[in-house]
């Protein structure tokens, strides 16, 4: 089972949504708006995967923030500002088989698939 975690009117969520589908993956959906995002595992997938990648610095919510909350940005201040603003996270987030995948380009389809 793959948990996929996005916003539902993403275009790159569709995109995925309907790959899994087409490549007869199981998997859930789960929407930040409406379900939420839970801090711990927030914390495990900046454990797994580094708070840097996690992290969407080319976002409209990161260029809308302030300056002072963008400078010297720490792994603790990352954290806690995309718990309160889910879109700085780079999407979708997938949970497969214990491993954690962000993004989906080429590589990320070659590690859902492998």
Same mark, same amino acid.
């Not at 995002?37 to 409209?60: F, H, I, P, Y």
């Not at 002072?68 to 806690?80: M, S, V």
């Given at each position: 089972?793959?948990?996929?975690?996005? $916003?539902?009117? +993403?275009? %790159? +969520?569709? !995109?995925?949504? #309907?790959?899994? *589908?087409?490549?007869?993956?199981?998997?859930? $959906?789960?929407?930040?708006?409406?379900? &939420? =995002?839970?801090?711990? !595992?927030?914390?495990?997938?900046?454990?797994?995967?580094?708070?840097? /990648?996690?992290?969407?610095?080319? *976002? /409209? %919510?990161?260029? &809308? =923030?302030?300056? /002072?909350? !963008?400078?010297?940005?720490? &792994?603790?201040?990352?954290?806690?500002?995309? @718990?309160?603003?889910? @879109?700085?996270? #780079?999407?979708?987030? $997938?949970?497969?088989?214990?491993?954690?995948?962000?993004? $989906?380009?080429?590589?990320?389809? !070659?590690? =859902?698939? &492998?």
């Amino acid at each position: 089972m793959i948990d996929v975690y996005d $916003f539902k009117n +993403c275009d %790159t +969520c569709r !995109k995925a949504l #309907k790959w899994l *589908s087409e490549n007869n993956f199981e998997h859930r $959906f789960h929407d930040f708006r409406r379900d &939420g =995002l839970d801090r711990q !595992k927030l914390g495990r997938w900046a454990a797994a995967r580094g708070w840097e /990648t996690l992290l969407n610095r080319r *976002s /409209t %919510t990161w260029r &809308g =923030l302030a300056d /002072t909350d !963008k400078d010297g940005i720490d &792994g603790a201040q990352a954290e806690a500002l995309m @718990a309160a603003h889910p @879109a700085l996270i #780079k999407r979708p987030v $997938f949970e497969a088989a214990g491993r954690v995948i962000v993004g $989906f380009r080429d590589e990320q389809r !070659k590690q =859902l698939a &492998g």
